[in-house]
């Protein structure tokens, strides 16, 4: 039956085998000529989904156990509507100008106007083994948690709609514009892609933390200090919570420091490497110096000590070996804890967070001893891919990377600061940007929201 049914089939159809092994061998020609790699992209597409983590649920479980009761969901609903709002501004018009070609600063914002042209084809300028639409998700991810970052540092008393309307205006700003510069072709700052000032930051030094970091301290100064800040204990509602975003920022990190490599290699696993080890690094320096300075070590310090060493690493995590990165996060530990504890009071502003101390000061660390610590022997590409008038320069640890990195934390901090500064001014005069006295104190969740987090 089966065989007169084949015969049948076989009878009936105008194809002979030989044109049918002519197919198969076209098929396959053209699958080895592909420059797209599966594993490459599987593992691209599973660091945006550790990314995207790191801001739900990491970032608001770590900084929503931070606040006080009242307004633990207005300050975890400060990161979760980024997911939204950064979203649709990336599709729309963010995408094209941090990553299509324009001039050293921007890009064009038509060029992938609403993604246009982002399809499955990859842009080898950028990952050549991957899809363009893998690419632009990677990098969509960062630009929603580092505005997400900012807003630890206005926890308990700015307005809802002066935040959207800030946060809005800050990433079309700073962050698209410093994402084209640092990362994009022909930006003022890639050394990768024909830019003028080579500045070595793997995975957002400058582009995610010293920019969020430097604009949280702008504005915790312009929108004042809480109620009763310092005087009156504000402690943390909920020290689990914050120990449970802990973890996953510190497994989501992977995603974003590893991811960059921007495919499955061995530069993954380097950065990989140097990440889990400063962030360990970092936790026990931070603890040791509480444990010093205070006589005991508290978990909520080793906590930020992790995403201490976490946020330093950051931009040195693909140019650097295990022990220069273990060596990064043990500085990274010590100097942020007193960043946080010593230079915040002596200046009495009130970073609620800690989003300066910890990230501001963690990644400007990471970006100058990178100068000194990149490594060619861990990404060959810093000493054969910059050149200079047709003459190759290595970007390895010298003086003059040194020098090239300070510029850039230098350009990073001014621009951010500067940009925050007026962008805050404008909101702040359109819709204000603090709430009243009386809404203060009754807390944002029911102020801003309506609602509790908790039953009484």
Same mark, same amino acid.
């Given at each position: 039956m089966f065989a007169g049914l084949g015969a049948a089939s076989a009878a009936a159809d105008p194809i002979s085998l030989d044109q049918r092994l002519e197919h198969l061998e076209q098929l396959a020609a053209g699958h080895a000529a592909s420059p797209l790699n599966a594993g490459d992209n599987a593992w691209v597409l599973a660091s945006s989904a550790l990314v995207l983590m790191m801001t739900a649920p990491g970032l608001i @479980?770590?900084?929503?156990?931070?606040?006080?009761?009242?307004?633990v969901l207005a300050t975890m609903m400060h990161s979760l509507i980024l997911m939204g709002l950064v979203s649709g501004l990336w599709m729309v018009f963010g995408y094209s100008?941090?990553?299509?070609?324009?001039?050293?600063?921007?890009?064009?914002?038509?060029?992938?106007?609403? @993604?246009q042209g982002v399809g499955a084809a990859p842009n080898p300028d950028y990952a050549g083994t991957i899809p363009q639409q893998s690419f632009m998700l990677f990098q969509m991810m960062f630009a929603i948690i580092t505005p997400a970052l900012i807003s630890g540092a206005v926890a308990e008393r700015i307005k809802f709609k002066g935040y959207l309307l800030f946060v809005a205006l800050w990433v079309t700003v700073v962050y698209f514009p410093l994402c084209h510069m640092v990362w994009g072709k022909g930006g003022y700052f890639n050394w990768a892609l024909a830019g003028k000032i080579p500045v070595l930051d793997f995975a957002g030094g400058t582009v995610v933390h010293i920019s969020s970091g430097v604009s949280a301290l702008v504005c915790a100064i312009l929108l004042g200090r809480r109620a009763g800040y310092p005087h009156q204990p504000m402690i943390p509602h909920n020290v689990v919570l914050t120990l449970v975003g802990t973890g996953l920022l510190w497994v989501g990190w992977f995603g974003f420091n590893a991811g960059s490599a921007l495919n499955a290699g061995g530069l993954a696993s380097s950065a990989f490497a140097a990440t889990h080890f400063s962030a360990a690094a970092a936790a026990l320096s931070w603890a040791i110096a509480e444990w010093w300075h205070k006589g005991r070590p508290s978990a909520l310090g080793a906590a930020s000590g992790m995403v201490a060493g976490l946020a330093t690493i950051t931009p040195a995590s693909g140019f650097v070996t295990v022990p220069a990165a273990f060596g990064i996060g043990l500085v990274a530990g010590v100097a942020c804890y007193f960043a946080v504890t010593e230079l915040k009071a002596h200046f009495a502003y009130d970073d609620s967070l800690d989003v300066f101390g910890v990230h501001g000061v963690g990644s400007i660390?990471?970006?100058l001893m990178l100068g000194g610590l990149a490594s060619a022997a861990v990404n060959p590409a810093i000493a054969s891919t910059f050149q200079v008038n047709g003459v190759t320069v290595s970007l390895a640890g010298s003086l003059s990377q040194l020098g090239n990195q300070a510029i850039g934390v230098l350009f990073t901090a001014v621009f951010a600061g500067l940009a925050t500064f007026i962008l805050f001014k404008l909101v702040d005069a359109l819709v204000g940007l603090r709430v009243d006295a009386e809404d203060e104190s009754l807390g944002l969740d029911l102020t801003q929201h309506g609602e509790r987090a908790y039953s009484e």
């Open positions: @479980l770590f900084y929503g156990g931070l606040v006080r009761s009242k307004n100008l941090a990553f299509a070609e324009g001039n050293a600063f921007i890009g064009n914002p038509l060029t992938y106007f609403m @993604l660390i990471g970006m």
